[in-house]
């Protein structure tokens, strides 16, 4: 079996290097001619700015250019801009900005420039040329390569040894993504999985199932519900394990970036809508605090009531405020509020049954068909986030005390109803069951330093060290069995809510986890090409339990000793060219285990390990218009928990194996292209039956494409239209992994258009329309059981309109 795996990777791995080579040579035959005469011709910029303090104003340049300023250099919060008024190259407008601070700019990339302490000022020169009007979206919304994730000292993903993929709003906007299972399909071999239902964040990568490895800002938060993308400014997914970040399952993370107050003032509304009855309204403002130059503000806030096409009632109501404040001493505050209220059902999708091979098969009915009953079935979360960061340079300015406070508070309520089994004629057993008084609480604390140095060679350091503490507590509560309605007609049967008259079980539980320790991360630049990057994190966790059986009066728990696990990475990265990064990586990871109740026993095991070997290439060619990421991985998981008859028992591991490749690139002005490929050899080391299997709902491959074009020429007939389209692939899947049914493979394509209309000044509204699922395919989305199998939107024709101001 593994020689038929190796052998079929093998196969896949040289199918994705010649589409990388055939990738690269198009792009260079297609963008050759271009590219040359930008050498010959520089772009010409007109600016308006006024004098204000020097962040701002790099904002504000960015904003018109659609270059990314890079820097950690917090003097730069000391000094005012100058205004800029007039037309000028990129080179001449940073120049004059500049001007009279202790930085000096160099290209990362054609489109990406980081700011550095220098030691003497220049001065430029300043040349009048001909106006450039930007018309529609600016390149820099679709662009977006600055990590903060993956790596404790945030740079541009092609000086990253891994695999990075970040993916920015704009995107986000033109694909009209409601929801970030929209995301991650974008990533290749990343899929959705149940979410519990619709009501949680799921997915896979490379193979892994998430567990507590939702990001946001750079915080593992557990969370019970849905992430509302109203305030994503962008969503970077890494790949394989970080040994400095902690705990966490060895495919990667997703990390949601949230959107930042800004000192220039601007101002959104938007509605969106589709055929199956949704309804939003969002609104976003931000700008500076009256005449300051110190404080600005953020407020998004967003409602929604809507349907989908399986006739479920989903109610949201969000509200995010943040503040910034920059002092004259460089120090950064940052502080932030979010409230999020999230009402739907817990939606199980379709049922299996006995297959006539003695298997089992997804049922025959329309996949619209609800097998839960509407009025026990509700999902009710309330979500409060606060977070603090502090920024403040220490020892001359040459070192930056780093500092962040999260606190998450969360309460639900639910009440669902699910199948549990079928007979042999088809008449379907359901049960009333769900958990009240739900609350969940997560602190967090970091502290770091963060620097350069300069020893034999320059070095790049960050140390710290974090604290997570974890507190939940729910009643779970069941009723007796029901035994009525067929797969065929499951409204048949009227179920009632038995949970308190007769009930099965009711449970009241504790568990709280704590879990602290250091970390380092530093970038020894070896030569001018060649860095080394290495890391590590010792951390010390503590998980407790205790549960009380309310209809027997029986306790339980378990308080197992403290434990603790050292885990390291290393990174090399060589850049023979500028355009060119290859590099080679070793990380491992844990993540301690949950602790097991059942068949009247606690079960207590070691935590889960992993690592990852990585070998890659990023090449970001041709005025940085392309960047194409080709890699090869092995991970491997050891200590993974199966259910055997009732019993949790550790089992061996998963090993994923395969290969993967993006591009992302700028044709011609306002063209934008992205696609991805991965190939997945992923199966299950264990000593029972599964062994050698492929696990529940992973693919051998995926596969996405995104193109849109928008008339940016200002002489245009047609400026401000745009219009794109795009197809998802998932390759064949297990629904289970026994491999008892299965959820075959689908493709599913998209397409939008849209339109700026200018208003007065510089307001102006963009009209939205398109269809999700054009070929109205039906697939399943991911299984979560026998009797949970998530199916996918038909075709769904989708509108919005959106005022900027």
Same mark, same amino acid.
Request: net charge negative; hydrophobic share 35%.
């Given at each position: ?228 993308? %109203? ?92 503040? %910034? ?165 499951? %409204? ?314």
């Amino acid at each position: 079996m593994v020689s038929l795996v190796n052998m079929k990777i093998g196969r896949q791995m040289m199918v994705g290097v010649s589409l990388l080579v055939f990738q690269s040579a198009f792009a260079q035959s297609t963008f050759a001619q271009d590219a040359n005469q930008q050498e010959q011709n520089q772009t010409l910029f007109l600016f308006d700015l006024s004098p204000q303090p020097l962040p701002q104003a790099l904002s504000a340049f960015s904003d018109v250019t659609g270059m990314q300023i890079l820097y950690t250099e917090q003097s730069i919060y000391e000094h005012d801009a100058p205004a800029l008024t007039g037309e000028y190259t990129v080179d001449q407008a940073l120049d004059i900005l500049l001007n009279g601070s202790n930085v000096e700019f160099s290209y990362t990339s054609a489109t990406s420039i980081t700011l550095r302490r220098k030691d003497v000022n220049s001065d430029a020169g300043v040349m009048m040329l001909d106006t450039v009007e930007v018309i529609g979206t600016r390149q820099s919304r679709y662009d977006s390569r600055y990590a903060e994730t993956g790596t404790m000292i945030p740079k541009d993903v092609t000086e990253i040894p891994r695999t990075v993929e970040i993916i920015p709003e704009q995107l986000l906007l033109d694909q009209h993504a409601q929801e970030l299972e929209d995301v991650y399909r974008l990533s290749p071999n990343v899929v959705n999985m149940d979410g519990y239902g619709g009501s949680r964040e799921d997915f896979l990568i490379r193979g892994f199932r998430r567990r507590d490895d939702i990001y946001r800002n750079g915080v593992r938060l557990k969370t019970n519900g849905r992430i509302n993308p %109203s305030t994503v400014d962008n969503v970077q997914i890494i790949k394989g394990p970080v040994a400095e970040i902690g705990q966490m399952t060895p495919g990667g993370l997703v990390n949601v970036i949230t959107k930042k107050p800004s000192y220039e003032q601007q101002a959104y509304a938007v509605t969106n809508f589709n055929e199956h009855g949704q309804k939003q309204l969002l609104a976003d403002v931000t700008g500076p605090i009256g005449e300051s130059d110190a404080f600005a503000y953020r407020i998004t806030a967003s409602a929604e009531d809507s349907e989908n096409f399986r006739d479920a009632t989903i109610e949201r109501q969000f509200l995010n405020s943040s503040m %910034s404040w920059m002092t004259d001493g460089g120090s950064l505050i940052d502080f932030s509020y979010e409230y999020t209220h999230d009402e739907r059902p817990v939606d199980r999708g379709v049922i299996t049954v006995a297959g006539s091979g003695g298997g089992r098969e997804i049922a025959n009915v329309s996949l619209d068909t609800r097998f839960d009953q509407d009025d026990l079935n509700n999902r009710d979360v309330t979500t409060h986030i606060w977070e603090l960061d502090n920024s403040v340079p220490v020892f001359d300015d040459e070192w930056y005390l780093e500092s962040k406070l999260f606190y998450a508070y969360e309460q639900v309520d639910e009440i669902r109803n699910e199948v549990t089994s079928v007979s042999s004629t088809g008449v379907l057993t359901r049960r009333v069951q769900g958990n009240e008084d739900r609350e969940l609480s997560t602190a967090f604390g970091r502290m770091q330093l963060r620097g350069e140095a300069d020893l034999w060679r320059p070095v790049d350091l960050v140390s710290g060290v974090e604290l997570r503490h974890q507190y939940e507590t729910w009643t779970n509560f069941s009723g007796q069995d029901q035994v009525g309605g067929t797969v065929s007609n499951p %409204s048949s049967f009227t179920l009632v809510d038995n949970t308190a008259s007769n009930p099965r079980s009711r449970q009241y539980t504790e568990v709280e986890q704590i879990s602290y320790g250091p970390y380092a991360q530093s970038d020894l630049h070896l030569t001018d090409d060649v860095t080394l990057t290495l890391g590590a994190r010792y951390e010390i966790f503590d998980n407790e339990y205790s549960a009380e059986n309310k209809l027997t009066g029986a306790l339980s728990g378990v308080d197992p000793k403290r434990d603790g696990k050292l885990t390291k990475s290393a990174g090399l990265l060589w850049k023979p060219v500028d355009q060119l990064s290859l590099y080679a990586s070793f990380a491992e990871t844990f993540q301690s285990q949950n602790i097991y109740s059942g068949n009247g026993t606690t079960s207590v095991f070691s935590p889960e390990e992993g690592r990852q070997y990585e070998i890659g290439a990023k090449w970001s060619g041709l005025k940085d218009r392309l960047l194409l990421t080709a890699s090869l991985f092995d991970i491997e998981q050891e200590n993974v928990v199966e259910t055997v008859n009732g019993t949790p028992q550790l089992t061996g591991g998963i090993r994923s194996r395969g290969f993967e490749s993006s591009v992302t690139a700028t044709p011609i002005k306002g063209m934008n292209l992205r696609g991805s490929i991965g190939f997945l050899g992923s199966e299950i080391v264990s000593d029972n039956a599964n062994n050698g299997n492929r696990p529940a709902n992973t693919p051998d491959m995926t596969a996405s494409l995104w193109a849109s074009y928008e008339f940016q020429d200002a002489a245009s007939e047609f400026k401000g239209l745009g219009f794109g389209g795009g197809l998802t692939h998932v390759g064949d899947r297990y629904g289970d992994n026994g491999h008892s049914f299965e959820l075959g493979s689908y493709t599913v394509y998209d397409l939008g258009v849209w339109y700026y209309l200018p208003l007065r000044n510089e307001s102006r509204v963009r009209f939205d329309l398109g269809v999700k699922n054009v070929t109205d395919e039906d697939y399943y989305v991911a299984s979560g059981g026998t009797y949970r199998v998530s199916v996918g939107n038909p075709r769904t024709l989708f509108g919005s309109v959106r005022v900027e101001f």
